[in-house]
Structure formats: structure tokens, C-alpha cells
């Protein structure tokens, strides 16, 4: 398997704009996780899925972000419209069963300007 | 409530000494623990996992982790550093069955000649 698959690796934008990033999980993978990585903050927990369905959205941070898993094979997490303080490193990641690792992506750094 | 807490945000050992890098955790539950491991610009890679069978854990270059419940720890030792050891090591928890891995904010782990 060729593992978590994100895109775009590298996103730049101007402030205001939609951005959507990507996520393909691991085949067979029922939990997929986005997380925020920044200085400040370390890795934050924005929502998680289990079986396509979101379980837990508390950790996105106003209601200009939102996640959609319309299949087992893809996520997406859109900010519309987006601002600076949303520049960081965003994760996805997956994982089988109720108490595994989880399989990260390579990230998709993120910059708004 | 549920949390990791990475209790020094940076170490420094010189090459070839042992390696120690501590995490608390709170949980109601018997929790699933892991240490990941992030090189520059890249994801999250595995380190190891407990997952309530043997409370020595071994991963991958030579780390293991020992659980201890009595004191709510998860610390992470390496007998002997390699330059190549120096990256950012997250400790990461999922506090029940079904529920998100949730980490503390990162240990930078620095390796000197």
C-alpha cells in the first residue's frame, strides 16, 4: 500500500480564498483523522471519522473549516475563506480498529497570505 | 479529562549517552499509548506502541517505553544516541476504545558529536 496520500504537498493562497486539501487512506482503514500542526499549538485534534460518519468536530476552530468523508477512500477539509492564522501543517491520518497507531500522510503545509 | 503531557520541550545529549524523554498521561480509562517520531518536513512515523499486553515496550533504532500506571507514565529511552535521532518525538494516547489519538506537544530532541 502506498500508505496516507495528501494533497497539494505545498498550498499557497491569498487570503479570503477557498482552500480544500485531500486525503486518500490507507485501503481498509476505518478511522481517518485531520490534525493542525504549528508552533504555538503542537499537533492539534480538528475531527476524526469512523466508518465515513464524523464522530468528534470539536477541535475545528470556527465554522470556516469543515470535513467531508464521502467514501472510505477520500476526505476532504475545506477553509473558506481563509485567513494568515490558518497557515500551518495539516495531517491526515488512519487507522484500523478501535485501539491502533494511527498512519500518517506526509502533510500538506499550508500558507495563507 | 483526557491528556498527554510531554514534560520537557527540548533535550540535549551528546552522542553516544543514553536518552530520556518523559510523558505523563490522564486518563479514566486503560488507555492505548504510542512515541512517534517527526523528521524535518516529513509525517509522523511510529516509534512503538502499548497497547495493555507487556508494560517494556520495544520499537524500531533501539527505543523501548516502559508504562507505568502507578505513576501515569510512558517515558521514552534509547541506551545510546545516534545523530540521526535528533527530530521532534510526539507521545500520543487513545484514552478509550474508538476514540482519537490525542498527543502532547512535542519533545525536540537535539544529538551532539
Known amino acids: 500500500d502506498a500508505g496516507v496520500i495528501q494533497s497539494p504537498r505545498h498550498e499557497v493562497t491569498e487570503m479570503g480564498q477557498e482552500v480544500t486539501l485531500r486525503c486518500k487512506p490507507i485501503?481498509?482503514?476505518?478511522?481517518l483523522f485531520w490534525y493542525r500542526q504549528t508552533m504555538m499549538r503542537g499537533l492539534e485534534l480538528l475531527i476524526y471519522?469512523?466508518?465515513?460518519?464524523?464522530?468528534?468536530d470539536s477541535g475545528m476552530p470556527e465554522d470556516r473549516f469543515s470535513a467531508k468523508m464521502p467514501n472510505a477512500s477520500f476526505s476532504t477539509l475545506k477553509i473558506q475563506p481563509s485567513e494568515p492564522r490558518d497557515s500551518a501543517v495539516y495531517f491526515c491520518?488512519?487507522?484500523?480498529?478501535?485501539?491502533?497507531?494511527?498512519?500518517f500522510g506526509q502533510g500538506t503545509r499550508l500558507t495563507v497570505v | 479529562a483526557q491528556s498527554v503531557t510531554q514534560l520537557d520541550s527540548h533535550v540535549s545529549v551528546s552522542e553516544g549517552t543514553p536518552v530520556l524523554l518523559r510523558c505523563n498521561y490522564s486518563?479514566?480509562?486503560?488507555?492505548?499509548l504510542f512515541w512517534y517520531v517527526q523528521h524535518p518536513n516529513k509525517g509522523l512515523q511510529l516509534l512503538l506502541k502499548y497497547t495493555s499486553a507487556a508494560t517494556l515496550v520495544k520499537g524500531i533504532n533501539g527505543f523501548e517505553a516502559e508504562f507505568k500506571k502507578s505513576e501515569t507514565s510512558f517515558h521514552l529511552t534509547k541506551p545510546s544516541a545516534h545523530m540521526s535521532d535528533a527530530a521532534e518525538y510526539f507521545c500520543g494516547m487513545r484514552y478509550q476504545a474508538g476514540t482519537a489519538l490525542i498527543f502532547g506537544k512535542g519533545t525536540t530532541l537535539s544529538v551532539s558529536s
Open positions: 471519522f469512523n466508518n465515513n460518519v464524523p464522530i468528534d
Open positions: 486518563s479514566s480509562y486503560s488507555p492505548s
Open positions: 491520518a488512519s487507522s484500523w480498529g478501535r485501539s491502533t497507531e494511527a498512519f
Open positions: 485501503s481498509g482503514h476505518d478511522y
